[in-house]
T-cell receptor, first 113, second 112 residues
Framework: DTGVSQNPRHKITKRGQNVTFRCDPI?????LYWYRQTLGQGPEFLTY????????KSRLLSDRFSAERPKGSFSTLEIQRTEQGDSAMYLC???????????FGPGTRLTVL | RKEVEQDPGPFNVPEGATVAFNCTYS??????FFWYRQDCRKEPKLLMS???SGNEDGRFTAQLNRASQYISLLIRDSKLSDSATYLC?????????????FGTGTRLKVLA
């Protein structure tokens, strides 16, 4: 257990529905990352926050995706009007300045029917 | 060309064998490199950071070659429990970003 938690762990939804995932990072980590991973691929960068500021978004992140980190603590990732292609594992990672590396949460597995 | 490239494998090796993985990166400004291990349907976990001078942790040795822009991971005396996917990671720092780029991973199967 890395200390990063994600909820829910699994989400099954119908195409066109909105879904929201939550990530609680390790408390003293000021940087938080979101990734998407599909079978046979490595995690693909989506976006990251430094405290509450969203500093970069991938071109993969269409306008149906939005992420927030309102108080620089937990973060949410919302997908609107889900499509079958959104089915993936969504991973959150928090970053430690001390060792310059990321610690991943267990992920949220999204299935869009 | 992908920013971080790895041979996806699988590498099937007998117990006790030595196996090596290479990974190339395209961003010459990258400053931090890592190897992560990922078990099936689990999250990636840090295996080791990769330093310019190389580093060793038990049976695992990582090397960085900046001139050729590749990093390597050597696993000695393979154990069944080493079976996993090994992800190579480079950061994008130096080009004004703190994002991390993952390779597709190399699958290792250690056979009894």
């Amino acid at each position: 257990d890395t200390g990063v938690s994600q909820n829910p762990r699994h989400k099954i939804t119908k195409r066109g529905q909105n879904v929201t995932f939550r990530c609680d990072p390790i408390s003293e980590h000021n940087r938080l990352y979101w990734y998407r991973q599909t079978l046979g691929q490595g995690p693909e960068f989506l976006t990251y926050f430094q405290n509450e500021a969203q500093l970069e978004k991938s071109r993969l992140l269409s306008d149906r995706f939005s992420a927030e980190r309102p108080k620089g603590s937990f973060s949410t990732l919302e997908i609107q009007r889900t499509e079958q292609g959104d089915s993936a594992m969504y991973l959150c990672a928090s970053w430690s300045r001390g060792v310059d590396t990321q610690y991943f949460g267990p992920g949220t597995r999204l299935t869009v029917l | 060309r992908k920013e971080v490239e790895q041979d996806p494998g699988p590498f099937n090796v007998p117990e006790g064998a030595t196996v090596a993985f290479n990974c190339t990166y395209s961003n010459s400004a990258s400053q931090s490199f890592f190897w992560y291990r990922q078990d099936c349907r689990k999250e990636p976990k840090l295996l080791m950071s990769v330093y310019s001078s190389g580093n060793e942790d038990g049976r695992f040795t990582a090397q960085l070659n900046r001139a050729s822009q590749y990093i390597s991971l050597l696993i000695r005396d393979s154990k069944l429990s080493d079976s996993a996917t090994y992800l190579c990671v480079a950061n994008g720092r130096g080009s004004g970003t703190y994002k991390y780029i993952f390779g597709t991973g190399t699958r290792l199967k250690v056979l009894a």
